[in-house]
């Protein structure tokens, strides 16, 4: 039986599991194609790898499919993208949707993409299974929190803390879409599991002057070794809820089942 295509509250953030695959598929590259404005496909053209390039097409397409599930009156080829001062992607037409906002992240052939209504939205999607010196990175690009909780963590468990607080900190400033305006160790990102087995997000602005909206945090893991965080931030909001699904490139969707590792209390 299939799955019935969600509605968008106002108070909800969709976070959409798209697997897009990195092998080229002529029939399907076709159809992709097809979907994307003039703009896009010159931009794809710009990519040397091709798996790059066919992730960019996939992705795109797949955001367009989407976007026009929430309104079936737009075809996925409408749909019309600005960017902002800093490159963040936004609706610009149709006119009367501009209020839809969407993120997209991906890794390897997992695209990430969430979507709600109005606020600061991002997503970052990490395979936490990579090697490399987390400390060294952490102590460049990390607050000296971060650094401190990450070199304290058994060796062991370091990726999984390193590409925790990744995650949730690219998923921060891209919802903030401010680009390298705003340091990656002018916040910082921390958590507790004094809750159940979820732990409790905690983002720390001490360290700035930039005004905040309420900010939302939510950390999943996606099958064994995907990490995926996405934030939200509205002024004098309420609390908003995520909820996820898998959807197939172009195709049906389903329930996701993912674990929640992380969210913020509010």
Known sequence: MATEFPFLHSGDVHLWLVRTRTAPNTAFAGRCEALLSPTERERAERFVAPKSRHQFISARA???DLLSRYHQAVEPTDWCFGASEHGK????????????GFNVSHTDDLTTIVVARSGALGVDVEADDRPANFLE????????A???????????????????LWTLKEAYLKARGEGLTVPLKS?????????????????DMAD?????PRWQFWQFLVGSHIVAAAASGARNAAPRSIHAWNMEPLGGISPASITLLRRSLV
């Open 62 to 64: 797949c955001l367009r």
């Open 89 to 100: 992607p936004f609706v610009e037409q149709p006119a009367q949707l501009t209020d839809l």
């Open 137 to 144: 990175i952490a102590e460049r690009y990390f607050s000296p």
């Open 146 to 164: 971060e650094w401190s909780f990450l070199e304290a963590e058994p060796p062991a468990a370091r990726a999984s803390a390193f590409y925790g």
């Open 187 to 203: 916040f910082s990102i921390s958590w507790s599991a004094d809750h159940a087995e979820v732990g409790s997000v905690v983002l």
């Open 208 to 212: 700035s002057t930039l005004p905040d």
